[in-house]
């Protein structure tokens, strides 16, 4: 089992930056990528981005390809979420996700983690 908990989430104003830490315990060992979701009011969860294991390789959704970027410290079990110029339509649940899967590297896909945190409020006012 993997438990993984998020942080950094807040109220900030558009335009701003905010940056989220999912901090991994338990069988950290058998994860592989990384990836970070949202989901707003009324709307499906959506892919944001991935990161591989040893952090070399990262995709994004295009909406926030440029804005955002995410980084891993293996050694702290740790992924960030860096979001920068960020807009109202920004505004949802972000929830981290690993995946145990060595087959892909870079998933996109929801059904492709195995593990999910509890989510984390981002507000972008205007």
């Known amino acids: 089992q993997v438990q993984l908990v998020e942080s950094g989430g807040g109220l900030v104003q558009a335009g701003g930056s905010l940056r989220l830490s999912c901090a991994a315990s338990g069988r950290t060992r058998s994860s592989y990528a990384m990836g970070w979701f949202r989901q707003a009011p009324g709307k499906e969860r959506e892919f944001v981005g991935t990161?591989?294991?040893?952090?070399?390789?990262?995709y994004y959704a295009d909406s926030v390809k440029g804005r955002f970027a995410i980084a891993r410290d293996n050694a702290k079990n740790t992924v960030y979420l860096q979001m920068n110029s960020l807009k109202p339509e920004d505004t949802a649940v972000y929830y981290c996700a690993a995946s145990t899967s060595f087959l892909v590297e870079i998933p996109r896909l929801s059904n492709e983690y195995d593990y999910w945190g509890q989510g984390t409020q981002v507000t972008v006012s205007s």
């Open positions: 990161i591989n294991l040893r952090g070399g390789s990262t």
